[in-house]
T-cell receptor
């Protein structure tokens, strides 16, 4: 079993719709979770991170964490073509080393 | 402010040769991380420096990999001798002390033939 699992996609959403991405993790010791966006051939860039159970909102993005279910999600509201990218979920461990999932590819169609 | 830079952007070498990758973190960032993505797999942690000290090298695959961060500034990752399975994209990331946000460099794509 992988430590962090994501559906590889592609997740196809129409422009203006909500994209919903999911991630599950196996290490109950993970305390922090990160969502990175990676455009093809580029470096990962942090969208947001979350430590506490519940929701955290930042602009069009909302991260949700449920530690009991070992589940993290990312919602992208009002999806734009520029949101088309691979979204990486990562758990933070000791020293903040990141354990990544394989990523979910998102395609936003105009 | 300059971001994390990595050199070279691409490297193609033959099996058995030596390659050295370089990472320049954002100025003032004490934490420096190396990660690697091999084809079809997720990005995996290699090691973590705090200034010039290795904090965690649990992800280093074997003793063919040697990382250094002399003076606590830039870091190098040497692969000697390179094997076919070392091919992939090597990312460097840095962060300030106490800050969870890691800034990633553009990566070095290594191809071992």
């Amino acid at each position: 079993q992988k430590e962090v699992e994501q559906n590889s996609g592609p997740l196809s959403v129409p422009e203006g719709a909500i994209a919903s991405l999911n991630c599950t993790y196996s290490d109950r010791g993970s305390q922090s979770f990160f969502w990175y966006r990676q455009y093809s051939g580029k470096s990962p860039e942090l969208i947001m991170f979350i430590y506490s159970n519940g929701d955290k909102e930042d602009g069009r993005f909302t991260a949700q964490l449920n530690k009991a279910s070992q589940y993290v999600s990312l919602l992208i509201r009002d999806s734009q073509p520029s949101d088309s990218a691979t979204y990486l979920c990562a758990g933070g461990g000791a020293g903040n080393k990141l354990t990544f999932g394989g990523g979910t590819r998102v395609l936003v169609k105009p | 402010e300059a971001g994390v830079t990595q050199f070279p952007s691409h490297s193609v070498i033959e099996k058995g040769q030596t390659v050295t990758l370089r990472c320049d973190p954002i100025s003032g960032h004490d934490n420096l991380y190396w990660y690697r993505r091999v084809m079809g797999k997720e990005i995996k942690f290699l090691l973590h420096f705090v200034k010039e000290s290795k904090q965690d090298e649990s992800g280093m695959p074997n003793n063919r990999f040697l990382a250094e961060r002399t003076g606590g500034t830039y870091s190098t990752l040497k692969v000697q001798p390179a094997e076919l399975e070392d091919s992939g994209v090597y990312f460097c990331a840095s962060s300030q002390r106490g800050d969870p946000e890691q800034f990633f460099g553009p990566g070095t794509r290594l191809t071992v033939l």
